[in-house]
């Protein structure tokens, strides 16, 4: 091999791990995480409104 074939195999393989680092989401990633955040805002609403009941129903425990 010679040198500049290793210099350009260096810089495919810096280029590469350049692309890797890269911190750009695609929209499946993107919808991903709206779909994460929706499943989790669901599920807060529905403990808080579990935890409503047992408080008025004067439950000692209120945790869901």
């Known amino acids: ?10 810089v495919v393989v810096g280029l590469g ?11 499946m ?3 991903g ?3 994460d955040q929706a499943a989790t805002d669901t599920q807060n609403a ?3 409104k ?3 009941i047992k408080s008025d129903l004067n439950q000692k ?4």
Do not use: Q, R, Y
Not at 21 to 26: F, K, L, R, S
């Open 29 to 31: 990633e993107k919808a």
């Open 46 to 48: 529905i403990e808080d």
């Open 1 to 10: 091999m010679n040198v500049s074939t290793l210099a350009k195999a260096a």
């Open 17 to 27: 791990f350049a692309l890797m680092a890269c911190d750009n989401e695609g929209p």
């Open 61 to 64: 425990d209120t945790d869901c």
């Open 50 to 52: 579990c935890e409503d």
């Open 33 to 35: 995480k709206k779909v």
